[in-house]
């Protein structure tokens, strides 16, 4: 079945690293996705990740993917407190499944 | 990146009637739409996936009497939420599908809340 797990909170200081972690089930995903959703608003694609690859940076933001494991990670570099929201990773099979999201708060 | 739009943004409605939800995709024409439905603290659960021109496929314990999907064009879907009942009070997330990689841009989302 299609499971996709988060921890539920992250507290950080500003300035930090903070990392993200996500496990999933679905070996067949080709795609993996991280999403930023602010209070009451939609979803902001971050970044993704295609299936066949073990890392991607993109400026702040690193995404490891560890494939044998199932496991997913988005580390935020130089954390600032406008990055305070709820983190969703998501997979892609023949359609997109969420996980159960990561509340960050980072603060001063 | 591509636009998509939620008409409207919030409503409040009286328990028994019904409620129109709009999604477009502004500068891009989208085959294929989403609905997502989110309650607080939740993650996103999909409701059903539509594809214009066609019947919506609806994701397993979803009525698809109650929520009815209609994607008229390539630009426009709409969810409307039959006979409302304080239970169906959610935030709503539509997104569609464009480009060559599939990528799936999202509204920004309806808050119903039935009184």
């Known amino acids: 079945g299609e499971d996709v797990e988060q921890s539920l909170f992250l507290s950080v200081r500003e300035g930090d690293s903070s990392v993200i972690n996500c496990t999933y089930t679905d070996s067949s995903s080709t795609y993996l996705y991280w999403y930023k959703q602010e209070p009451g608003a939609g979803l902001q694609l971050l970044t993704y990740i295609f299936s066949n690859m073990d890392m991607k940076q993109d400026q702040r933001l690193t995404v490891l993917l560890n494939k044998k494991d199932k496991h997913l990670s988005l580390r935020i570099a130089d954390t600032q407190t406008g990055d305070s929201a709820i983190y969703f990773c998501a997979e892609r099979t023949d359609k997109l499944i969420f996980g159960t999201g990561t509340r960050l708060q980072v603060f001063p | 990146g591509a636009v998509v739009s939620q008409h409207p943004s919030w409503v409040i409605c009286k328990s028994g009637t019904s409620v129109k939800i709009e999604c477009r995709s502004l500068d891009f024409q989208a085959t294929t739409m989403f609905w997502y439905r989110q309650f607080p603290k939740q993650s996103l659960m999909l409701m059903a996936t539509?594809?214009?021109?066609?019947?919506?496929?609806?994701e397993q314990g979803v009525e698809k009497d109650k929520f009815l999907i209609n994607h008229a064009s390539l630009t426009l879907s709409t969810l409307t939420v039959t006979s409302a009942h304080p239970e169906d009070s959610s935030f709503y997330i539509c997104?569609?599908?464009?480009?060559?990689?599939?990528?799936?841009?999202f509204g920004p989302g309806t808050r119903l809340t039935v009184l």
């Open positions: 539509s594809n214009e021109g066609s019947k919506a496929t609806y």
């Open positions: 997104s569609a599908i464009a480009g060559e990689l599939n990528e799936q841009f």
